[in-house]
């Protein structure tokens, strides 16, 4: 597949739990973002990746969220100690980073329920 | 502070009217003004983009944006609507000085037969 690829589709869990969100990006995308949407709404900003540079976790909303990209490929989002105001949709973006006007090449998202 | 806006939640047309979905931004450098659609229960699609040159851009699915710089706006557009293009619409524009895209609130398209 060609596509941003993100695991798993859907993820229900109980309310405390921790949970992993995986996204494989399109092959030879330096930049990687993450997003997370409620209900259908905008896309709210988490974090964003560029290579070998700090990540911008400027969107993090707590210290229960976290992140990491391996070898400037895979990238797994990570929630700690999970709430109700958790559930959402969490969607993965890619895009090369050479020249400003790429755009961003999106997952189908995880959707998460915390019950 | 990049910001964009769509000032409107949702958009009715009928099928074979022109449409036109509403977008406004904030940057404090040129902008790169994108066009995103969502259908269910999938991620956002790349539909057109704009980065310089003719302020009349053409995408995918017969969609075409204006750009106009004096009323920082970047509306799409599409002569004749169809019912299959019922979906939610999304604005986004990124700053030349920054890589973070900013994304309006969205915007959902009906279009009825």
């Known amino acids: 597949g060609a596509g941003v690829s993100q695991s798993p589709s859907n993820k229900v869990t109980e309310k405390g739990k921790d949970v992993e969100l995986r996204c494989d990006p399109i092959s030879g995308h330096t930049a990687l973002y993450w997003y997370r949407q409620s209900l259908g709404q905008g896309l709210e900003f988490l974090i964003y990746f560029q290579g070998n540079s700090a990540p911008d976790k400027s969107g993090l909303p707590s210290d229960r969220f976290s992140a990491e990209r391996t070898g400037g490929s895979v990238s797994t989002l990570t929630i700690q100690r999970t709430q109700q105001e958790d559930s959402a949709v969490y969607l993965c973006?890619?895009?090369?980073?050479?020249?400003?006007?790429?755009?961003?090449?999106f997952g189908d998202g995880t959707r998460l329920s915390i019950l | 502070a990049q910001s964009v806006a769509q000032p409107e939640d949702q958009v009715n047309v009928a099928e074979g009217n022109p449409l036109t979905v509403k977008c406004t931004y904030s940057?404090?450098?040129?902008?790169?003004l994108f066009w995103y659609v969502q259908y269910p229960n999938r991620g956002l699609q790349f539909l057109l983009k704009?980065?310089?040159?003719?302020?009349l851009v053409k995408g995918s699915y017969g969609f075409e944006a204006e750009f106009n710089k004096s009323q920082t706006s970047f509306h799409l557009k599409k002569p004749s609507a169809l019912v299959s293009d019922s979906a939610l619409y999304f604005c986004?524009?990124?700053?030349?000085?920054?890589?973070?895209?900013?994304f309006g609130s969205g915007t959902k398209l009906n279009v009825k037969p």
């Open positions: 704009y980065i310089t040159g003719d302020n």
């Open positions: 940057v404090s450098g040129n902008p790169y």
């Open positions: 973006a890619s895009s090369f980073n050479t020249g400003r006007a790429k755009p961003q090449h």
């Open positions: 986004a524009v990124r700053d030349e000085n920054f890589n973070k895209f900013y």
